[in-house]
């Protein structure tokens, strides 16, 4: 989940309510990793776009 995104030394950037999966069993995914970013880069904390979701 989110802590082993943490743990792997990424952040997520994009961590929404559409990006959390469940499948029939009720276990939860995160998707959408696409933009995920290291953790120490300093481009990793500045905001580009806001997105919206409805």
């Known amino acids: 989940g989110l802590l082993d995104i ?6 997520h950037k994009d961590f929404y309510l559409a990006n959390i999966l ?3 069993n009720e276990c ?3 998707s959408d990793l696409r933009m995920c ?3 120490n880069n300093e481009k990793s ?3 580009i776009s806001i ?3 409805i």
Do not use: E
Not at 6 to 11: D, I, L, Q, S, W
């Open 28 to 30: 939860l995914y995160i």
């Open 51 to 53: 997105y919206k979701s």
């Open 22 to 24: 469940y499948d029939d």
């Open 45 to 47: 904390f500045t905001w």
């Open 37 to 39: 970013q290291p953790a």
């Open 6 to 11: 943490h743990n792997a030394g990424k952040v």
